[in-house]
C-alpha cells in the first residue's frame, strides 16, 4: 500500500513564502516515478502546478512560474513545493501526486490560504 504524507500548508500573508512536503511511503521505488503538485480552490477544477519527471525535467503552471520552485529528494522519498511571492488566488487545498504508467497515487491535501 503506497502511502503520501503532506506537510507544510497554512496561512500566509500576500506576498509570502510557503514550503509543502510530501513524503510517500509503501511499496514504491520512488525514483522511478514523475511527482506533481496539484491544486483546488473552491468551485473549481483540479490543477497542475508543477510536475518534476524521474529525470528530473520539470513543468510549471504560467500562472507560478518564476514564483514556485518544486524539487525531489529520491533519498528520502520526499518532494517539496517551494512557494514565494504568493498571492490570494494561490489559495486553494494542494495535493501531491506521484505517477508511472499505470500507478497513480494522492495525498490526502493541504490548505493554503493566502490572505491578509
Known amino acids: 500500500q503506497v502511502q503520501l504524507v503532506e506537510s507544510g500548508g497554512g496561512l500566509v500573508q500576500p506576498g509570502g513564502s510557503l514550503r509543502l512536503s510530501c513524503t510517500t511511503s509503501?511499496?514504491?521505488?520512488?525514483?522511478?516515478?514523475?511527482v506533481g503538485w496539484y491544486r483546488q480552490a473552491p468551485g473549481k477544477q483540479r490543477e497542475l502546478v508543477a510536475l518534476i519527471t524521474e529525470g528530473g525535467r520539470t513543468n510549471y503552471a504560467d500562472s507560478v512560474k518564476g514564483r514556485f520552485t518544486i524539487s525531489r529528494d529520491n533519498a528520502k522519498n520526499t518532494m517539496y513545493l517551494q512557494m514565494n511571492s504568493l498571492k490570494p488566488e494561490d489559495t486553494a487545498v494542494y495535493y501531491c501526486?506521484?505517477?508511472?504508467?499505470?500507478?497513480?497515487?494522492w495525498g490526502q491535501g493541504t490548505q493554503v490560504t493566502v490572505s491578509s
Open positions: 509503501g511499496s514504491i521505488f520512488f525514483g522511478l516515478y514523475a
Open positions: 501526486n506521484v505517477e508511472r504508467r499505470a500507478s497513480n497515487y
